[in-house]
């Protein structure tokens, strides 16, 4: 079954401290995997997209790293600022699958003061 | 990036009405278009898959009587709820594929919250 878990569920850190989404997957055959972020009520947005042969991607203050053969990702947050509080969602595609995003439940941030 | 705009941003309706959706890609054509709904704390679901010029691919489960969507232009794509019951309640968002995207990238739009009293 083409599967995306996250963890974890949820997370509260302090302004200005680092922290690190986790994504596992089993779907398969994988073609790409993307991190977006939602804010509350807002649709997502994309962060970073990585296919088979990269294995880290930077955009700002977010580096998203990838490991095809474990079928692990990561998303790093780096001196996170109160506007980093939105939802992180992991979304896996499979080749050959036409358009079809397999989307993780998500990490719930919330970065206080 | 690509823009994608809904609207209304929110509706409130009552039982039994019909309420209609609007998906537009700003500054790109997009002749494949997907609309989603998301429940509260869950993750985006797919509801169907909109063609210009064709009828809609359904996702099992979801009625297409009851969600019709019109994608008449390159750059609008419409969802009616109709004859919306409380039950439908929820935060529907649709996403523009963009043409030429090596990924065959998505954007999503900001979202409509319905609300059916």
């Known amino acids: 079954k083409n599967q995306v878990e996250q963890s974890p569920q949820s997370l509260i850190i302090l302004e200005g401290k680092n922290c690190t989404l986790q994504c596992n997957y089993t779907v398969s055959p994988f073609s790409n995997l993307r991190w977006y972020k939602q804010d509350t009520g807002r649709g997502p947005v994309s962060l970073t997209i990585?296919?088979?042969?990269?294995n880290t991607k930077s955009n700002g203050r977010y580096t998203a790293t990838l490991d095809a053969d474990t079928k692990q990702s990561s998303l790093h947050i780096t001196a996170s600022q109160l506007s980093d509080s939105a939802s992180y969602i992991c979304?896996?595609?499979?080749?050959?699958?036409?358009?079809?995003?397999?989307f993780g439940k998500g990490t719930s941030l919330l970065v206080t003061p | 990036g690509a823009v994608v705009s809904q609207h209304p941003s929110w509706v409130i309706c009552k039982s039994g009405t019909s309420v209609k959706i609007e998906c537009r890609s700003l500054?790109?054509?997009?002749?494949?278009m997907f609309w989603y709904r998301q429940f509260p704390k869950q993750s985006l679901m797919l509801m169907a898959t909109s063609n210009e010029g064709s009828k809609a691919t359904y996702e099992q489960g979801v009625e297409k009587d009851k969600f019709l969507i019109n994608h008449a232009s390159l750059t609008l794509s419409t969802l009616t709820v109709t004859s919306a019951h409380p039950e439908d309640s929820s935060f529907y968002i649709c996403?523009?594929?963009?043409?030429?995207?090596?990924?065959?990238?998505?954007?999503f739009g900001p979202g409509t919250r319905l609300t059916v009293l």
């Open positions: 500054d790109f054509q997009a002749t494949t």
């Open positions: 979304v896996v595609t499979r080749t050959n699958s036409g358009y079809a995003l397999n």
């Open positions: 990585m296919t088979f042969s990269e």
């Open positions: 996403s523009a594929l963009a043409g030429g995207s090596s990924y065959n990238e998505q954007f």
